[in-house]
């Protein structure tokens, strides 16, 4: 699980973040994507979802 996880990381579709419990991963938002070229530009957030892993 760990390497799955740490390769979600390295592709972009994971970032780490402080959160009020510390440390976190949680997916890469809409825009984070975009900007790093892995989302097209028609893409919408209704077909994508959001999670968040906090205490990493």
């Known amino acids: 699980m760990g390497g799955l996880i740490s390769q979600m990381v390295r592709q972009g579709q994971l970032v780490t973040a402080d959160t009020d419990n510390g440390l976190g991963i949680r997916t890469a938002t809409e825009g984070e994507r975009r900007a790093r070229g892995l989302l097209p530009e028609e893409q ?3 077909n994508t ?3 968040m892993i906090q205490g990493w």
Do not use: A, D, F, R
Request: hydrophobic share 15%; proline share 0%.
């Open 49 to 51: 979802g959001n999670m």
């Open 44 to 46: 919408n957030s209704k």
